[in-house]
């Protein structure tokens, strides 16, 4: 069993600048990939950012250039650095964690932190 935890969230004006992290109770490095999700209001939840095992990353377009996943196995600890926030960022951020049981299948998820982006 994982326990995925969140920080980092927060408001912050047009172009700044936010560092999300999300803290694992058990190592990371088992995992087949850790994601990065948001959900804003009255959307559907999308995958912004992940990166695998073997640190191959993704990063979503609408992302892209602007948002960085990394990860640290030492400290079982993903980061989402963003920059360059758009108000369109605005939603609730999560960490999740896919661990291969269901290929595919994110099945830890953290319990979500918020970020605002005013204009």
């Known amino acids: 069993q994982v326990q995925l935890v969140e920080s980092g969230g927060g408001l912050v004006h047009f172009g700044g600048s936010l560092r999300l992290s999300c803290a694992a109770s058990?190592?990371?490095?088992?995992?087949?990939?850790m994601g990065w999700f948001r959900q804003a209001p009255g959307k559907q939840r999308e995958l912004v950012a992940a990166?695998?095992?073997?640190?191959?990353?993704f990063h979503a377009d609408t992302v892209k250039g602007r948002f960085t996943i990394s990860r640290d196995n030492a400290k079982n600890t993903v980061y989402l650095q963003m920059n360059n926030l758009k108000p369109e960022d605005t939603a609730v951020y999560y960490c999740?964690?896919?661990?291969?049981?269901?290929?595919?299948?994110?099945?830890?998820w953290g319990q979500g932190t918020q970020v605002t982006v005013s204009s």
């Open positions: 058990g190592s990371i490095f088992s995992m087949n990939a």
């Open positions: 990166i695998t095992s073997d640190d191959i990353t």
């Open positions: 999740a964690a896919e661990s291969g049981r269901i290929k595919g299948e994110y099945d830890y």
